[in-house]
């Protein structure tokens, strides 16, 4: 049986002329749109791309209900679900756009349901978007890694003492919920920390020390962290 | 005195359709182009973003000496030449796109152009590209980072040991002028790796295991490394 192919596109983190050229030709080309979202309303990945590429409002649209949570059973049954309806799309041989915001490789929800569909034998493939962390140094004018540096980028919704002592530049993601002791932790340590709040998004805001760092932050933070004697 | 704006652009790791919108317009709108290479034959930022953007053909090229050496004199008298050329045509009023092979926050040559431009009251701006490391995940469709995984960028001409027992996915990156002691380490240590030679560029090569890795490989090459009893 033909199948279709699912394309796991990353569009960015906000800004809509970040997508790429492949990107906006493969949202053009196929004739089905899905999202890890119920409503396109909600879905920042989706408003993005339909900025850059209008006519994906005229596609049919599979909304994907992945709530955000660690409950493994919870996880499971949504993934399969998830599955199942963009694989009856795929099954007509229909080519499907998921799409991701930041890039599909990179802590994306759809890599879950793009690995299950792989190995139902149906092919799949990634294209890339600008992650979020390359895209707030670019908006600070600032390098986010050069010479011998290294780079590390940590999901802070976990532990991060350990990881803050790792040596080069340190990203930390998903900070959100916690950035009262994630400040607290930086202050204590003396690093030199810059962030990014909605980067590319309506709202943006820019903080350019540890000082500054607000404890009521939304979901779409990033900080970059170097050590240093004291925060500039 | 009006200056033009120095626009730093990344043009992705090889596949003219990983350019961003807003990388293809802004080489459409500045008058200059300029490369990190005496000749446009040579700079592979150039070979990619022509095939986008034929144009760039037809306009005037700064073509700046940036060598790869560690010796801090030379590279310290070809970063000041550098500057002398950006700035002469900067302080015409004339807007330059300077090329970026991968993303321009990324270990780019051009990150100490734009430092001592920006120093110089000169506006500077930096427009994001694909880095290889995603596009290298894309390539061979499997996730870059996933979950609660850390993600650690390493250029392994320096020392890797240490680096490779950091919890989570290991990207190795310039690691070819010693791939048969970075290959013997990974060996050893009974690590997972995945390599792209010359993503989406001509003589592009996947190897999916630390045993095919081939001592000769060249300059672009990436290397994907994860835990493991033994390699896959």
Do not use: W
């Not at 199948?3 to 493969?26: C, H, Q, S």
């Not at 899905?34 to 408003?47: G, L, S």
């Not at 802070?156 to 990881?163: F, G, N, T, V």
């Amino acid at each position: 049986m033909k199948t279709g192919v699912l394309y796991n596109i990353g569009v960015g983190p906000g800004d809509p002329e970040l997508l790429t050229l492949k990107a906006v030709r493969i949202m053009r080309e196929c004739p089905v749109i899905a999202i890890p979202q119920r409503k396109k309303e909600d879905c920042v990945a989706y408003q993005i791309a339909v900025q850059a590429v209008p006519e994906i409002a005229e596609k049919p649209c599979l909304c994907l209900h992945m709530p955000m949570t660690k409950d493994k059973n919870v996880l499971e049954a949504c993934h399969k679900g998830a599955v199942k309806i963009l694989e009856e799309t795929l099954c007509q041989d229909q080519d499907v756009a998921l799409l991701t915001l930041g890039d599909s490789t990179v802590y994306a929800t759809a890599l879950y349901l793009n690995e299950r569909v792989k190995q139902d034998g149906i092919e799949t493939c990634m294209v890339n978007g600008i992650p979020s962390f390359c895209a707030v140094a670019a908006r600070l004018n600032l390098p986010l890694v050069s010479g011998a540096e290294q780079l590390h980028i940590i999901p802070a919704s976990y532990q991060i003492e350990d990881a803050l002592k790792l040596s080069g530049v340190k990203v930390l993601m998903k900070a959100a919920s916690k950035m009262g002791d994630v400040k607290q932790t930086l202050l204590e340590g003396g690093y030199r920390t810059k962030m990014v709040e909605r980067c590319g998004m309506d709202g943006e805001r820019l903080f350019e020390s540890t000082e500054e760092i607000p404890e009521d932050a939304g979901y779409y933070s990033l900080l970059i962290v170097r050590d240093g004697e004291k925060s500039e």
